[in-house]
């Protein structure tokens, strides 16, 4: 069986409340102030476990498949901070606004991701920005936006 690979598990209710499960069991449930019904989400990036409502919510499912534009605004790893700032709960950054030092120390630090899709979405990344920085320069510099 050739399961594809969940990189964001996630709904938008009527009433505009974004759920979403981070990882496998991580449940969310919502009433919802328009419809009266229950929203829920469940699986992380292992399944996708959703309730069945008269009025459906917006499916905001994205693939490793889907382009890379989309993965990497939509994957997200949990920090807990160079100097553990973020503990105990730590927080989830989206791949495109982890610095580059951020990327390059997890790549270095983190063996348990070797040889997953999760190491190769690192790489993809900074080879992205490689590609693209002559472009974001001059859109800054165009625009005067630096950020």
């Known amino acids: 069986?050739?399961?594809?690979?969940?990189?964001?598990?996630?709904?938008?209710?009527?009433?505009g409340t974004y759920l979403r499960s981070y990882h496998v069991h991580d449940y969310k449930a919502h009433k919802d102030a328009v419809t009266g019904e229950v929203y829920v989400v469940d699986g992380g990036n292992e399944y996708l476990r959703r309730s069945i409502n008269e009025v459906p919510p917006e499916d905001l499912t994205v693939y490793l498949s889907d382009?890379?534009?989309?993965?990497?605004?939509?994957?997200?790893?949990?920090?807990?901070?160079?100097?553990l700032e973020h503990a105990p709960n730590g927080i989830y950054i989206a791949l495109c606004d982890m610095t580059d030092d951020h990327i390059e120390s997890i790549l270095t630090t983190q063996n348990h991701i070797r040889g997953t899709f999760v190491e190769k979405l690192f790489k993809d990344e900074l080879k992205y920005r490689l590609e693209h920085r002559r472009f974001i320069l001059k859109y800054r510099l165009e625009h005067r936006r630096f950020i």
Request: aromatic share 12%.
């Open 67 to 83: 382009d890379f534009q989309i993965v990497r605004m939509a994957f997200v790893w949990k920090s807990y901070g160079k100097n």
């Open 1 to 15: 069986m050739n399961k594809e690979i969940i990189i964001r598990n996630a709904i938008l209710t009527p009433d």
